[in-house]
C-alpha cells in the first residue's frame, strides 16, 4: 500500500544537499517543517519552510535542547492511520500528520573520537532526534523514516511516485532502528568508561568499561563458515568502536580488486598476516596458513622480504595467505605469480603488478588501510565474552633499552637486530611459541604446542628439513606440469639454518629442557620474558652454553 506525501519534518545536523531535498519537496507540494538552523538554511534558498515553533506554539528554548518534544509534533508522527481512532482524535487536537520524517544526529562518535571534553561530548548527546527517529520507525505503517543523506534520491523518487510502499517503508524503520542502537550503544559505552575512569586512582590505567556495547553491520554473506555446514558473514563496526576506540582501516573495509570471493577462512588468515606485517617498520611480508607463519621477513624492499619469508618454509607457503606492509612492486609480483597464493593484501598494487597478479584466475587480490592501533578485541565464549586491548607489541619490554642481559656477552648491533626483530615477530606465532630467525626472517617456527619443549623441537626441525625443499617444483605442482605433485616437493640438503640463529620465546622457559633444545641445535642468543621460579636453572644452562640471554619482562602469548 502506498500513501502520497503531503507533510514532511526535517531536522538534521549534517546538512548535505538537505537544501535539494527541501526543494524537491516543495516542488511536488509537500509542506516542509523544520528546526532551527535547518529551518534557516532552507528558508535562504528560498525554499518555503514552516518553522517548528509555528506548529507547536512554543520557541525553541534551553539553548536548542528543545525543539520538537511536543504533542503536535509526536502525535503527528506517531498516529497510526490505519487505526479510524487515532484519526479521528487527530483531528479532535487539531494535529495534521507527518508522512516522512528526515532526521539524523549530532554527531557524537565524532565528538568523542576528537578528544572533547566531558562537557562538550554531553552536549553531543542529541535526544530530540532518536525520539523522532524511533517514533516515525514505530510507526512505519504510516511514516517513512529517512537518516541517511544518500537516500535523499529516492525520497524525491518516492514522492514523484505517490508516496513509498510498505517494504519500502519497513526497510527504512530498520535502517532507523539499527542507527539509533548504535548511536546509543556508543553512548552508552563512553559514559561507562567516564564512570570507571572516575572511580580509578590518580595512578591507575583506564579501565575496560563496565558496560560494553557495540554495533555490526553485515557487509556480505559468505559461502558458508569454517566449515560448509556452518553458516559465515562478514560484519563491520557501525559506531565508534569499544570505549570511543574508534576501528580504523583494516581487513573487513578492505576493497577487492580481483579473484574469488573471500571465504571466512581467507578473512582469518588475512587479517593474522595483515596484523603481522604491521607490527613491524620496515618492508615486511607475512605469509600465513591456518593461522600461524609460514614465514616473515623485513628487507630493503617487499620483493626481498618476500624472498626471505618464502625461503622460510615454501612448501607450506603453498596455498598461503600473503600481506604485506607497503605497495606490491612488479619484483615482487613476478615472484609471487608461480607459486599458488590464496590471498594477497597490500595498501596499493605499483602499475604492472596488478597486471602481473591478475592473470592468476583465482587468486584474491585485496588494497586495505592500516590496521587501527590501540583498539580493544574481544572472543566469544559460551554465554559472554572476553575483551582486552589488542596486543600492540608496545609494552615496556618490547624495546631493548629495557632488556636485561642474564648470560653472555651483550649482543653486537647485527644479532641485537635480529633479536628484536624476533621478539616483535613472535606475537604472530600462537603459542606456545619459539621463533628461529637469521637476517631479519624467520627459518623456523615451533607453535601452537602444547608444552615448549615441543615447540623448540618443531623449531629446530622446521628450520633445518624445511628450508632444504626444492621450491622450483612449486610451479610445477600447481600448474599440473608433468604430472608434478606435492609429493614432488622433496627435502634437500639444506645447510642447518638454527645454526648461528637467535631465538625467540613468547613466554617463560618453565625448565631448561626446552632452551637445551635450541643451545643443542646451534642457536647463539635468545630473548624470553623470564619470570618462572625457574630463572636460574635456565640462566644457567644458558650461562654454561656461552650463549647471549635477555629477559623482556613481558610476554606475547597469542591463543
Request: with cysteine; proline share 4%.
Amino acid at each position: 500500500m502506498m500513501s502520497a506525501i503531503k507533510r514532511a519534518l526535517v531536522s538534521v545536523f549534517d546538512k548535505s544537499n538537505v537544501v535539494e531535498l527541501a526543494k524537491a519537496l516543495a516542488d511536488n507540494g509537500v509542506e516542509v517543517v523544520s528546526t532551527g538552523s535547518t529551518a534557516r538554511l532552507i528558508e535562504e534558498a528560498g525554499v518555503a519552510v514552516t518553522p517548528v515553533e509555528k506548529v507547536t506554539g512554543f520557541p525553541e528554548c534551553l539553548g536548542g535542547r528543545v525543539k520538537t518534544l511536543h504533542p503536535r509534533i509526536h502525535a503527528g508522527i506517531l498516529a497510526d492511520r490505519t487505526k479510524p481512532d487515532h484519526v479521528e482524535e487527530l483531528s479532535e487536537l487539531g494535529v495534521d500528520p507527518f508522512d516522512l520524517v528526515v532526521v539524523n544526529l549530532y554527531p557524537f562518535a565524532q565528538t568523542i573520537a576528537s578528544g572533547a571534553t566531558f562537557a562538550e561530548a554531553i552536549e553531543q548527546i542529541d535526544i530530540g532526534g532518536p525520539t523522532m527517529v524511533r517514533a516515525a520507525a514505530k510507526n512505519h505503517a504510516s511514516v517513512a523514516v529517512v537518516i541517511d543523506p544518500s537516500r535523499y534520491g529516492e525520497v524525491i523518487e518516492a514522492v514523484k511516485a505517490g508516496g513509498f510502499t510498505d517494504e519500502q517503508r519497513r526497510r527504512l524503520a530498520a535502517q532507523a532502528f539499527a542507527h539509533t542502537a548504535t548511536y546509543d550503544a556508543t553512548v552508552a559505552t563512553w559514559f561507562a568508561q567516564q564512570v570507571d575512569q572516575d572511580s580509578a586512582g590518580e595512578d591507575d590505567e583506564t579501565p575496560l568499561p563496565g558496560f560494553l556495547a557495540g554495533t555490526w553491520e553485515r557487509l556480505d554473506t559468505l559461502r558458508y563458515g569454517e566449515n560448509p555446514h556452518q553458516r559465515g558473514g562478514v560484519y563491520v563496526n557501525a559506531g565508534a568502536g569499544f570505549a570511543g576506540r574508534t576501528e580504523t582501516g583494516g581487513l573487513a573495509r578492505a576493497k577487492q580488486l580481483h579473484g574469488k570471493a573471500m571465504s571466512y577462512n581467507n578473512y582469518t588468515d588475512a587479517d593474522a598476516a595483515l596484523r603481522a606485517a604491521y607490527d613491524h617498520d620496515e618492508p615486511c611480508v607475512a605469509i600465513i596458513k591456518h593461522a600461524n607463519p609460514c614465514g616473515i621477513a623485513v628487507g630493503a624492499d617487499v620483493a626481498q622480504a618476500h624472498r626471505k619469508a618464502h625461503a622460510c618454509d615454501p612448501v607450506s607457503a603453498f596455498g598461503g595467505v600473503i600481506a604485506v606492509n607497503r605497495p606490491v612492486s612488479v619484483e615482487m609480483a613476478k615472484q609471487v605469480a608461480p607459486i599458488f597464493t590464496e590471498v594477497v593484501v597490500a595498501p596499493a598494487f605499483a602499475d604492472g603488478a596488478l597486471e602481473i597478479l591478475s592473470q592468476k584466475k583465482n587468486i584474491r587480490l585485496l588494497t586495505v588501510e592500516a590496521p587501527s592501533r590501540g583498539t580493544v578485541e574481544f572472543k566469544q565464549i559460551t554465554g559472554g565474552l572476553v575483551a582486552q586491548d589488542r596486543d600492540d607489541v608496545n609494552a615496556t619490554g618490547d624495546d631493548p633499552a629495557n632488556w636485561h642481559l642474564v648470560s653472555g656477552a651483550p649482543a653486537d648491533a647485527a644479532t641485537l637486530a635480529d633479536l628484536q626483530f624476533a621478539w616483535k615477530t613472535v606475537r604472530a606465532v600462537r603459542s606456545n611459541a619459539i621463533l628461529l630467525v637469521k637476517d631479519q626472517a624467520s627459518v623456523g617456527v615451533g607453535m601452537g604446542q602444547v608444552n615448549r619443549v615441543d615447540s623448540c623441537a618443531l623449531a629446530v626441525e622446521r628450520a633445518n628439513t624445511l628450508g632444504g625443499r626444492e621450491t622450483g617444483d612449486a610451479a610445477k605442482v600447481e600448474a599440473g606440469v608433468g604430472g608434478a605433485s606435492s609429493a614432488d616437493l622433496k627435502v634437500g640438503q639444506a645447510p642447518r639454518r638454527s645454526e648461528g640463529a637467535v631465538a625467540a620465546s613468547d613466554a617463560f622457559f618453565p625448565f631448561a629442557d626446552g632452551l637445551q633444545l635450541l643451545i643443542d641445535a646451534g642457536v647463539k642468543a635468545v630473548v624470553q620474558p623470564g619470570g618462572s621460579i625457574r630463572d636460574e636453572e635456565v640462566i644457567a644452562a644458558a650461562q654454561e652454553a656461552g650463549i647471549t640471554m635477555y629477559f623482556t619482562g613481558n610476554r606475547h602469548f597469542s591463543h
